[in-house]
């Protein structure tokens, strides 16, 4: 089935601009969603449909998809964004539903 | 509101069966998606199993033919029925609605331990 990459970890300075990266073949044809989870806690939904925010969410956070690269950005990083940050689609071939491996931020 | 609580997590021997459940609120199990997401101790999250509003299931590869999802409309609550348990099984797990035909996962419960031991 079909497979989302991420890198395990990254890192970003307070107040600078975080991007997180999920790759796939073609995934700009794909709608790609992305959630947030702090240690300890259940996921919570960040952006969907590659560049929409649910209510709630901050402005900071935004999403992009084009060719092979889906891009979650974090403007203006806080203490409190720290967390594992996982994309998410639906594959039609399968009917299956996957998950990228994750993506550790740190805010330091 | 929406909201979703597990429950029925627990020890279980290699082998062994449980049932957890899902307790739907603000929304109805039987017109929208409910799924069941897995998180291994220090590991990502992995999709399990999905009930469509038509009644329709699908599974991941690695539960078909040893879990079952159901719903009871109801009682407005969605199970995971999972037999033939292994370690590998040991998990958190999350039940998650998405609206009827969409893909997103908008709302999660707080999930359920389930640990496979001997």
């Given at each position: 089935s079909y497979v989302l990459t991420q890198p395990p970890s990254e890192s970003v300075a307070p107040g600078q601009t975080a991007t997180i990266t999920c790759g796939g073949d073609n995934i700009g044809s794909k709608s790609i969603h992305w959630y947030q989870q702090r240690p300890g806690q259940a996921p919570i939904l960040v952006v969907y449909e590659d560049d929409d925010r649910p209510s709630g969410?901050?402005?900071?956070?935004?999403?992009?998809?084009?060719?092979?690269?889906?891009?979650?950005?974090?403007?203006?990083?806080?203490?409190?964004?720290?967390?594992?940050?996982?994309?998410?689609?639906?594959?039609?071939?399968?009917?299956?539903?996957?998950?990228?491996?994750?993506?550790?931020?740190?805010?330091? | 509101e929406v909201q979703l609580v597990e429950s029925g997590g627990g020890l279980v021997q290699p082998g062994g069966s449980?049932?957890?459940?899902c307790a739907a609120s603000g929304f109805s199990v039987s017109?929208?998606?409910?799924?069941?997401?897995?998180?291994?101790?220090?590991?990502?999250l992995e999709w399990v199993a999905i009930v469509y509003a038509s009644g329709t299931t699908y599974y991941a590869d690695s539960v078909r033919d040893r879990f079952t999802i159901s719903r009871d409309g109801p009682k407005n609550t969605v199970y995971l029925q999972m037999n033939s348990l292994r370690v590998q099984d040991t998990a958190v797990y999350y039940c998650a609605r998405s609206e009827i035909s969409s893909s997103v996962f908008d709302y999660w419960g707080r999930g359920t331990l389930v640990t496979v031991s001997s």
């Open positions: 969410i901050p402005e900071r956070f935004s999403g992009s998809n084009s060719g092979n690269t889906a891009t979650l950005t974090i403007s203006g990083a806080e203490a409190g964004d720290e967390g594992d940050y996982y994309c998410q689609m639906w594959d039609s071939n399968s009917d299956h539903w996957v998950f990228g491996g994750g993506t550790r931020l740190t805010v330091l | 449980l049932r957890l459940s017109n929208d998606f409910v799924s069941w997401v897995r998180q291994a101790p220090g590991q990502g």
